[in-house]
């Protein structure tokens, strides 16, 4: 991924990159020979044509993405376009090509990309663990018609492909075992610890929570921690609902989940506004309170299912890391102390792309929150305000010296939770 991102970055090609949601709902489009797909989702990103249209790259030209108005609302129209060929990954088939997903922890795009190439005349392959008996696979259980699979190649478990492919078979991630709390790793009290617990403190009894890859899944672990899973609603984009996700590269699936939904469907939802709050990282953040997580130094990252996220979302809740590469810090006596600053500055003048848009958020009236290890921000009209500060963080000293512009700071400035910073269990009550 990482040397296909910085191929795109350099021009090697044409490239383009859009919202996973967005891409889900293009794949039923092409599915049903429809011209594209209209929706709100980009308005005032990088998938804007006002500013970078989808291109990945200075040699992409054509244009795949319109801005339209539609009862005096302004839309993005997609370009449907062919695909020719699929390769998808399943548990089992039957002899006679019937796939079932019935053993998959992440039931992503497989059904959706299987029908759009099918109705583009192209070739569906399909890796599986082995083939079953015919009419083995019960019809409930058969995810993907014999008719839109072209070819079945049945695969050895390989694990150096790393933890997402999950080689391996674990029925506590789709729910035919259950896992007790008590079982599940505890963080060790760390910045990661620190930002989590600020982002579970604006969490409330019976929200249903999407969490973004990376920091934000502490989240998740954090409240198991705090005996707190019941009372919250994880979801993570890949289709889970509840449960505690199983963060690092498997991030994806969940131990416990309370359901499985496709991706696509489960943007349906989200795009539907079923969230309450989201919980999602951040690699740069601009004066206004935009956020870019899609373009990382020359590297082409992509969005992921951020932009549908961040639009669709009440409560949205940005955290990392205060500065990057090479930042240590210990937290000693309910202080933080830093002991090595990072060399990279995240809080920057102007973001190298535009994932999450402040003017689309104010528009819509957003409650926006940026959390790092050592301050805490909240969007306004106006900008970015720094509202509360770590014990043992001085302003002057430790925040702005490492941000290229100076945020609004509040008049009734607070230190954040001193609970957030003991190493013992925060108590907790959603």
């Known amino acids: 991924g990482k040397l296909f991102g910085e191929a795109v970055g350099r021009g090697d090609f044409e490239a383009y990159t859009i919202p996973l949601g967005v891409y889900g709902h293009l794949l039923r489009a092409i599915a049903g020979h429809k011209l594209g797909i209209l929706t709100h989702v980009g308005l005032h990103t990088f998938c ?10 200075k040699i992409t030209k054509e244009d795949i993405v319109k801005l339209v108005t539609v009862d005096g609302e302004e ?40 029908s759009a190439v099918h109705a583009c005349g192209g070739i569906v392959i399909c890796e599986v663990e082995k083939i079953v008996p015919k009419e083995s696979i019960k019809p409930k ?38 896992v007790e709390p008590q079982e599940l790793q505890i963080m060790p009290l760390s910045n990661r610890k620190i930002c989590g617990r600020r982002a579970c403190l604006e969490l409330k009894k019976d929200d249903i929570v999407n969490l973004g890859i990376g920091m934000p899944d502490s989240v998740g672990l954090i409240a198991a921690e705090e005996g707190g899973s019941k009372d919250i609603i994880i979801s993570i984009e890949t289709g889970v609902f509840g449960g505690v996700p199983v963060y ?47 373009k990382l130094g020359g590297r082409m990252a992509g969005p992921g299912g951020f932009i549908n996220i961040t639009q669709n979302t009440k409560k949205v809740i940005f955290i990392g890391t205060f500065t990057g590469g090479g930042l240590k810090e210990t937290i000693k006596d309910g202080k933080l102390i830093i002991d090595q ?34 301050a805490v921000f909240k969007l306004t009209k106006d900008g970015l305000k720094l509202t509360e500060i770590a014990p043992g963080i001085s302003i002057e000293k430790d925040i702005l010296p490492y941000m290229e512009f100076k945020p609004i700071i509040a008049d009734d400035i607070k230190y954040m939770d001193e609970r957030i910073f003991k190493d013992e269990k925060m108590n907790l009550k959603f």
């Open 48 to 57: 804007d044509p006002r500013l970078d249209g989808c291109k990945a790259n």
């Open 341 to 374: 600053e990072g060399s990279y500055i995240k809080f920057k003048k102007e973001v190298a792309q535009v994932t999450f848009s402040s003017r689309y958020a104010t528009e819509k009236e957003q409650d926006v929150f940026y959390i790092t290890e050592r």
């Open 141 to 178: 259980e058969v995810d993907i018609f014999k008719k839109m699979v072209d070819y079945v190649v049945v695969t050895k478990q390989d694990e150096s492909l790393g933890d997402y492919n999950f080689p391996i078979y674990r029925p506590e991630l789709i729910g035919e075992k259950k």
């Open 248 to 294: 690092g590269q498997a991030f994806g699936a969940a131990i416990n989940p309370i359901s499985l939904y496709s991706t696509t469907n489960m943007f349906d939802l989200y795009d539907g506004g079923i969230l309450d709050v989201a919980v999602l990282g951040l690699a740069e953040v601009d004066r206004t309170g935009n956020v870019n997580v899609s």
């Open 75 to 114: 839309q993005l129209f997609y370009k449907t376009y062919p695909i020719q060929v699929a390769l998808i990954k399943a548990t089992y088939a039957d002899e006679d090509g019937n796939v079932t997903l019935i053993h998959e922890p992440i039931i992503g795009e497989q059904v959706e990309l299987a």
